[in-house]
């Protein structure tokens, strides 16, 4: 076994991480604070060209292997999570069926203007009654003419407000219940599709979220995103586990943010005449942070290697998934306690940490969802 990283892989994600220090890491309590979608900062971040990341190269790409990727998610993530999770939702969901489906109109007009930050994208699956259950979609697409005609409304979607264009799972025959799932493009300034109430959020500030409109909106057929209708949800499972890694290595992207600030607080804060890094309680908890984060990161990277390499990524994509988030939600928590009360004050790092790593509860499955899974996959057919 060799878990050294490639010289470029190294490179790569030592270039990230000074982009990230450089372009982000100042602006992030900004970011958390003003809650509003940071213009500024996209447009310097994005002309590095990074939201081509996992494309190949002729289509403008990076062409960069999951490891990379995954990198790449964690870096950022430890800048910004509001911030990433725009900027992630361009490079993979919010793109990755018009990539795989599109026609050269579509992929001139929307995909790789996104790839290079000149237009936002996203992708709508949750609704106010279906969220870990797609089944329930009750966003609706009808033939129509040479089209399709579609109509509902999508709650929480990332970029949602300020989208150039979406895809959107719905269902062209709900008698058929996942089996009837579809996604379509549809683009900003087509007749019906507008933007909804914002959602104000507990963390991931700085990312705009909310609820996106449907209302008779006439799309042509070549916006259906895909070969047979409906296959739309076997699509996902294509793309489940990269999605599901990403969330874990965005998770160690905020964990290792949490734990640098806890470190350096534990160094200089004096508590009865001796700095509390010195106290063993206040080590055990370093111990144990540490030990959560090796093995979060052993298992995102792996998973990722197992993807990268063509194997069954699976199970250890959802438990990378829900172990990194958990130990992610522990760092933080050992960081608010470590920090004292100042951690309870806005103006300090600890109390973003602990409102962003929140978030990471819900996108790629609860984690009861993915517990369900894991042991489904693990037991198998009775
Ligand atoms: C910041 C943020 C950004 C988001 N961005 C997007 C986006 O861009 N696009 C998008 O489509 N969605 C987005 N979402 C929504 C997210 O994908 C959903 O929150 C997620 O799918 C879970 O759905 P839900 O919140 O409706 O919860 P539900 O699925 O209703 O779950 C509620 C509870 O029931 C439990 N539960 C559900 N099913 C089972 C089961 N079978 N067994 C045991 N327990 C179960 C869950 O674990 C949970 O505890 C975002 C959410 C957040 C917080």
Request: proline share 2%; hydrophobic share 40%.
């Amino acid at each position: 076994m060799d878990f050294r990283l490639t010289e470029e892989q190294e490179f790569f994600k030592k270039i990230v991480a000074d982009a990230v220090d450089r372009i982000i890491v100042p602006k992030s309590q900004e970011i958390d604070e003003k809650d509003e979608f940071p213009w500024e900062v996209w447009r310097e971040f994005t002309k590095l060209g990074y939201l081509g990341l996992r494309y190949p190269e002729d289509v403008g790409g990076m062409n960069a292997d999951k490891i990379m990727c995954m990198s790449f998610y964690e870096e950022i993530a430890r800048g910004s999570v509001g911030f990433a999770q725009s900027v992630i939702m361009n490079i993979l969901m919010g793109t990755y069926f018009l990539y795989r489906f599109g026609s050269d109109g579509i992929k001139e007009r929307c995909l790789y203007p996104a790839m290079k930050g000149e237009k936002v994208a996203t992708m709508c699956f949750t609704e106010d009654q279906s969220g870990s259950d797609l089944g329930a979609t009750r966003t609706t697409a009808m033939r129509d003419g040479e089209g399709w005609r579609l109509n509902g409304t999508k709650m929480w979607i990332t970029n949602g407000p300020i989208c150039d264009f979406c895809t959107v799972l719905a269902t062209t025959d709900a008698s058929k219940g996942l089996k009837g799932l579809n996604f379509f493009l549809v683009e900003k300034g087509t007749p019906g599709f507008s933007a909804g109430q914002i959602i104000h959020k507990l963390g991931c500030r700085g990312t705009v979220t909310g609820e996106l409109v449907f209302d008779d909106v006439w799309v042509p057929y070549e916006n259906l995103l895909g070969d047979e209708p409906g296959k739309g949800v076997a699509y996902v499972g294509d793309i489940l586990d990269e999605v599901r890694l990403m969330t874990g290595a965005m998770a160690l992207g905020i964990a290792r943010g949490a734990y640098a600030e806890a470190l350096e607080f534990a160094r200089k804060r004096m508590a009865f005449g001796q700095f509390i890094g010195k106290y063993q309680l206040i080590r055990e908890k370093f111990a144990e942070m540490d030990t959560l984060m090796n093995a979060a990161r052993l298992m995102v990277y792996y998973g990722s290697w197992l993807l990268e390499n063509g194997m069954d990524s699976r199970t250890i994509a959802a438990e990378a998934k829900m172990y990194a988030t958990e130990a992610c939600l522990k760092v933080v928590d050992e960081l608010t306690r470590i920090y004292g009360a100042n951690a309870f004050a806005y103006e300090y790092l600890p109390q973003r940490f602990f409102r962003d790593a929140r978030f990471l509860l819900y996108g790629g499955g609860t984690h009861e969802v993915l517990k369900d899974f894991i042991g489904r996959t693990i037991i198998g057919k009775l």
